[in-house]
């Protein structure tokens, strides 16, 4: 990874947040939000295969969310 030096104190910000404890709450609205919107995009979708990408992705964040509780 290299740096990019129009990016002053990217690599320290990255590290900050990567050490950053996340609380449940958090991860969990940011989980279900983000399955909510593959279903969105899943229910508007009209190619086939596309449909099944989205549902298995759908299915992915919805089995990690009931994992975790």
Known sequence: MTEQPFLDGFLKA???ARESVIDY???FRHKRN???RWFKYYKMSKDPKKKED???Q???L????RQKD
Request: glycine share 0%; aromatic share 16%.
């Open 54 to 56: 989205l549902a298995r």
């Open 34 to 36: 983000t399955a909510l």
């Open 58 to 60: 759908y299915n992915f």
């Open 14 to 16: 990255e590290a900050e």
């Open 25 to 27: 709450d958090t991860w």
């Open 62 to 65: 919805a089995t990690i969310i």
